[in-house]
């Protein structure tokens, strides 16, 4: 399936590149290599599962329109693919989504439907009468086969990065929600590189996965559902994506909101990219948990950039 | 001499994506390209200038040590590919340049001279002293052949990545200082891409390449020397290069540092990629200059991104 998704991405997809930096070896102690999903289209990993599920349905099914549940880049993802498809996208976000999130989403073409989840809205009731309503078809973030083969087509193109430059041996590190992208890439070196181990990175508070992984079983967040990584705060690992990150993955990584904001200066700084918080929950494991990985080489998905000027400013300013 | 320099440049140097956005398009009126050459190494297309000369030097002069005069990004471009090649590299930079950029140049292990060049001191004089004690050979940073030839290698990534895109025809838009760059790949556009036209790009109060390219003779900057853009303030186009872009390029465009600095929030928005000042000209003429083009397709080269964090947090801040 993902490479069946790798086949119907190449027309449209970028094949991100996989950068380094010197300053980067020499914080981490061994070589950092950073898989930069935010030169992606719509700025992050989501519009590769969001095209592998849109081009995979029939073609009359497809005409009804999609409908979406996303504080954002999945719907920014989803957006864009129904866009570059012609047919109608439906998204249900919250209404404290960042703003630049919303805004792009309506700039792809998507009906954007807001739904107040501090005060007790249910997007699932909404998007149940949307979805009957107009004959859409619900594309899930993560828990859905298509959309993590799609997430799987970055794993194929790090397995192919890393052979070209002799690596055979590495951790690599996942900004880790519902489990979508880490399933996605684990699937893809098990196959093509399989000495390649995956290990899942969360923001403190938020780290449902790596509770999962250690006791065996489906953990969910217990504290507050809004934080600074915003993209990757999912309640907890999917039905799906979870068996697969049990299977395939090594331990979860927890960082904290200090490490990830040096990360994303980081990253400015030496790679000359824009990570949001949620992207760079990877770099931050890669840059300051040294002592929890187990190879020389490091690869960390930087998964996402689509961050507010503002924040990043603030960010920034933090390094003077 | 292009092509024997990317086959120099294929073991070491990032073929840079060429990226894209609908919201890029949309702002132009046509279908706009970047040529993301902040992600090369040393975050600048001038590290491809400093293998290709470095690497086509004699082993035995090689191992002596390489000298170069350079604002910042030339610089970091030499200090880092003497590094790979495990040879001294001595930089005479000007005492105001970024300070990020002579505390990169000095981390990637070169030795740093500061020279006052306010106050009247001659760095050539400087240079030539350290030259002959030292036995360095000096690489410059554009009136170079095998500089020329290094940045030649983008041009030819750029034909290569349009064709696979099926254009064949565009406006090219350079980041112009000393025409390095741009004669590189308008050399490479000449063989691989004739149907492509290069149009060097400059900022305001330093369009010598525009005025050389308007009355085909060398024109020199006469106002200060210094200012927003500083990585492309060179005094005029160079000797070599100049001919190269009289033969085969367009009529220059000038830019404000409004549109500049709208072009560096743009990038960042819609390409998550970092610019400084001096590689967001050619993005800002795409942007804002869409009267003086004459194809439905366009091409900028993002030629660099080492800007101080201070500075982007500033215009970032001027979006809001």
């Not at 935010?38 to 081009?55: E, N, Y």
């Amino acid at each position: 399936m993902i490479e069946a998704a790798a086949d119907r991405f190449s027309a449209v997809g970028r094949i991100t590149p996989l950068l380094s930096s010197p300053f980067l070896d020499e914080i981490a102690g061994r070589r950092v290599f950073v898989k930069a999903e935010v030169l992606q289209h719509t700025g992050s990993f989501k519009f590769r599962g969001a095209w592998s599920a849109i081009s995979a349905l029939a073609p009359e099914t497809r005409a009804k329109g999609v409908l979406a549940f996303s504080s954002g880049n999945h719907a920014q993802g989803i957006a864009r693919a129904a866009q570059l498809h012609g047919v109608p996208a439906t998204i249900i976000m919250p209404k404290d989504a960042p703003a630049l999130k919303i805004a792009n989403t309506r700039a792809l073409g998507a009906e954007v439907v807001l739904y107040d989840r501090k005060g007790g809205e249910d997007r699932n009731v909404i998007g149940e009468r949307l979805r009957r309503e107009r004959g859409l078809t619900l594309i899930k973030p993560f828990d859905e086969p298509q959309v993590i083969a799609g997430q799987g087509t970055c794993g194929l193109e790090i397995a192919a990065q890393a052979t070209e430059l002799g690596i055979t041996q590495a951790s690599v590190l996942t900004c880790c929600g519902g489990g979508g992208l880490t399933a996605g890439i684990a699937l893809a070196l098990e196959a093509k590189a399989p000495a390649m181990v995956v290990r899942p990175v969360e923001p403190e508070g938020f780290d449902d996965a790596a509770r999962s992984l250690a006791s065996g079983e489906i953990r969910r967040n217990t504290g507050p559902e809004a934080g600074f990584c915003d993209a990757i705060l999912t309640p907890a690992p999917g039905e799906i994506t979870f068996p697969i990150m049990q299977r395939l993955c090594g331990a979860g990584i927890v960082v904290s909101e200090a490490q990830t904001r040096k990360a994303m200066r980081e990253a400015f700084l030496r790679l000359k990219i824009v990570l949001e918080p949620g992207g760079a929950v990877a770099l931050a494991a890669a840059l300051f948990h040294g002592d929890k990985l187990d190879h020389d080489a490091v690869i960390a998905t930087a998964s996402g950039g689509n961050v507010d000027a503002a924040l990043f400013a603030q960010v920034l300013g933090e390094g003077a």
